[in-house]
């Protein structure tokens, strides 16, 4: 199976503040990787698909990068609705593995 | 618009059965493959099993393989996960996706998820 790992675990941040957040697969999945929202209590959201690719409808100061290996998630300004776990996913190869989350708090 | 709708969890003891549904509507259900992850309370995701489009392909992750059944009724939009000789490793929510692949352009991914559906396994 393909490893997942995200870092940081968890991440304080302001309103306003730029946040990266990594991740890092096992072994080469090309650019498929997507990238997830999910708040308390309710089900992922899909924020990026193919790495880099804005799914409709979220707003642009999120943003992704990398292929092969390495990726990030990037937001850009913070606003108090983006406090919540980030997952990365890999969909190159099943399982489609996560990693095994961010959450982001109110510093 | 689009909706996955879980349901069928609850309150089960170790060994016996339980079946999950899933109800889509918005779409045509029948051109999509289906998954079901999972979460354990406080943990983060896992992929549980797929269903292609038409049912002819299906897959299953380690942990419930031999367990856990994966099938669709693509007359009436519904998928469904049939659990047998549940653990209680296996008390999670758990969520149906749409899998959204455009596999030339690199591109794999779930779209939409249903609200969840809880299951605990405990005597």
């Known amino acids: 199976d393909i490893q997942m790992t995200q870092s940081p675990s968890s991440l304080s941040a302001s309103v306003g503040d730029r946040v990266t957040i990594t991740c890092r697969a096992s072994q080469t999945i090309s650019s498929f990787l997507n990238w997830y929202q999910q708040k308390l209590g309710r089900a992922p959201k899909l924020l990026i698909n193919?790495?880099?690719g804005l799914q409709s409808g979220v707003p642009s100061r999120f943003s992704g990068s990398g292929s092969g290996t390495g990726f990030t998630l990037t937001i850009s300004s913070l606003q108090p609705e983006d406090f919540a776990t980030y997952y990365c996913q890999q969909t190159y190869n099943p399982p489609y593995t996560f990693g095994q989350g961010t959450k982001l708090e109110i510093k | 618009q689009v909706q996955l709708v879980e349901s069928g969890g609850g309150v089960v003891q170790p060994g016996r059965s339980l079946r999950l549904s899933c109800a889509a509507s918005g779409f045509t259900f029948s051109n999509y493959a289906i998954h079901w992850f999972r979460q354990a309370p406080g943990k983060g995701l896992e992929w549980v099993a797929v269903i292609s489009y038409d049912g002819s392909g299906k897959s299953y992750a380690d942990s419930v393989k031999g367990r856990f059944t994966i099938s669709r009724d693509n007359s009436n939009s519904t998928l469904y996960l049939q659990m047998s000789s549940l653990r209680a490793e296996d008390t999670a929510v758990y969520y149906c996706?749409?899998?959204?692949?455009?596999?030339?352009?690199?591109?794999?991914?779930?779209?939409?998820w249903g609200q969840g559906t809880l299951v605990t396994v405990s005597s």
């Open positions: 996706a749409r899998e959204l692949a455009i596999i030339a352009a690199g591109r794999r991914e779930f779209d939409y």
């Open positions: 193919t790495a880099s």
